[in-house]
T-cell receptor
Framework: DSGVTQTPKHLITATGQRVTLRCSPRSGDLSVYWYQQSLDQGLQFLIQYYNGEERAKGNILERFSAQQFPDLHSELNLSSLELGDSALYFC????????????FGSGTRLTVV | SQQGEEDPQALSIQEGENATMNCSYKTSINNLQWYRQNSGRGLVHLILIRSNEREKHSGRLRVTLDTSKKSSSLLITASRAADTASYFCATVPKRNMNYGGSQGNLIFGKGTKLSVKP
């Protein structure tokens, strides 16, 4: 157990639907990062939050949004889902104040049918 | 977009042999990190090397960094079957660092798939 908790582990949904992925960071970590991993695109950075505020945006589609709550957990919302959104979605957390390794959750496998 | 490119894409060796993976990146970095991923699972942080360091060791792992060539290598010595996994290099570009106290996002390469045969 890495200390970063992601739920659900698996999700199967139909095209056009909306889903919410949840992440609880490791205790004490203020930064949360969302990544998408697919076979063709590899690991793509989506978005970062730090202590409740959005800090950086990567290749995140307009159909996707995220937020970080006061208790530091984060949610990634994916809407109007397409077949191509099928991927592994990872959340990672890190503590601020200098370069350190990130701690990744075990991911949510999203399958859009 | 990808920052790093690992080489080779796949590597198959026998137990006990050494495995070397290389990574090249494009922009100036603050630090470079290596991660391991077992099939379909989360990534595990292995080692971090800062831009002002040239070599770092951790157990059977040895990482080198050449900022003039924008490249890094990961050496796993005396490999074991349990080392079978995908290995990714990831960079924190200089422009991403120390933004209001938070560490910037990692940019990953495409990974090297290592297979260690017993």
């Amino acid at each position: 157990d890495s200390g970063v908790t992601q739920t659900p582990k698996h999700l199967i949904t139909a095209t056009g639907q909306r889903v919410t992925l949840r992440c609880s960071p490791r205790s004490g970590d203020l930064s949360v990062y969302w990544y998408q991993q697919s076979l063709d695109q590899g690991l793509q950075f989506l978005i970062q939050y730090y202590n409740g505020e959005e800090r950086a945006k990567g290749n995140i589609l307009e159909r996707f949004s995220a937020q970080q709550f006061p208790d530091l957990h984060s949610e990634l919302n994916l809407s109007s889902l397409e077949l191509g959104d099928s991927a592994l979605y990872f959340c990672a957390s890190s503590v601020g104040g200098g370069p350190k390794g990130y701690t990744f959750g075990s991911g949510t496998r999203l399958t859009v049918v | 977009s990808q920052q790093g490119e690992e080489d080779p894409q796949a590597l198959s060796i026998q137990e006990g042999e050494n495995a070397t993976m290389n990574c090249s990146y494009k922009t100036s970095i603050n630090n470079l990190q290596w991660y391991r991923q077992n099939s379909g699972r989360g990534l595990v942080h292995l080692i971090l090397i800062r831009s002002n360091e040239r070599e770092k060791h951790s157990g059977r792992l040895r990482v080198t960094l050449d900022t003039s060539k924008k490249s890094s290598s990961l050496l796993i010595t005396a490999s074991r079957a349990a080392d079978t996994a995908s290995y990714f290099c990831a960079t924190v570009p200089k422009r991403n660092m120390n933004y209001g106290g938070s560490q910037g996002n990692l940019i990953f390469g495409k990974g090297t798939k290592l297979s260690v045969k017993p």
